[in-house]
């Protein structure tokens, strides 16, 4: 069960994905969270701070998707880990689709906001680390992980910009796995 901290980040999750960032303020986090107000205010005194706990909570969510999703914390055989990486970026894109807009939306905040940058940074680089170990059984150089952590992104990102019907990613990753990693 989340903490009222998440169900406040959660909110301001759901609030960037569906109505942008001009819609979050603490007023509104609190009534998507179901909190009495001052609820958002209380964990986070200013916008900034709130944007930074967005960024880990969606880190802590894309760990939790990806245990679920695939079933296997770390992946055994390379077949694994491009089924994985599929059913994230289906996730991503179909039920996951406005965590994954908000997503974007701090992005782009970031590059206006150094403390917020410095946070995306930070979880991003998470992000690699925590792929880089998936991918040490596999024998794969470090910097791979970056590689696949911002090609999965790109895909993502395309996807929901163009928005094919027949998005199916598992070709492409495989091909990009399979030569990266031999």
């Not at 990486?85 to 906001?113: C, P």
């Not at 150089?141 to 163009?162: C, N, T």
Request: aromatic share 6%; net charge negative; proline share 5%.
């Amino acid at each position: 069960m989340p903490t009222k901290r998440e169900l406040v980040l959660d909110g301001a999750i759901e609030l960037l994905g569906t109505r942008g960032l001009r819609a979050l303020t603490h007023r509104a986090v609190d009534e998507a969270a179901a909190m009495p107000p001052g609820s958002t205010s209380n964990y986070f005194r200013t916008r900034e701070a709130l944007l930074s706990g967005v960024a880990e909570r969606m880190e802590e969510r894309d760990h939790l998707d990806w245990a679920i999703l695939s079933r296997l914390p770390d992946p055994a055989t390379v077949d694994q880990l491009v089924n994985g990486m599929t059913l994230f970026a289906r996730h991503a894109v179909g039920a996951d689709r406005t965590r994954t807009l908000a997503r974007y939306t701090l992005f782009s905040e970031a590059q206006t906001s150094p403390a917020l940058l410095e946070s995306v940074r930070r979880e991003h680089e998470r992000l690699i680390a925590w792929a880089a170990t998936m991918l040490e059984p596999f024998g794969a150089h470090p910097s791979i992980a970056k590689i696949l952590v911002d090609y999965l992104d790109g895909v993502i990102l395309h996807q929901l910009l163009g928005a094919a019907s027949d998005f199916d990613p598992a070709p492409n990753l495989d091909r990009t796995v399979r030569a990266l990693l031999s």
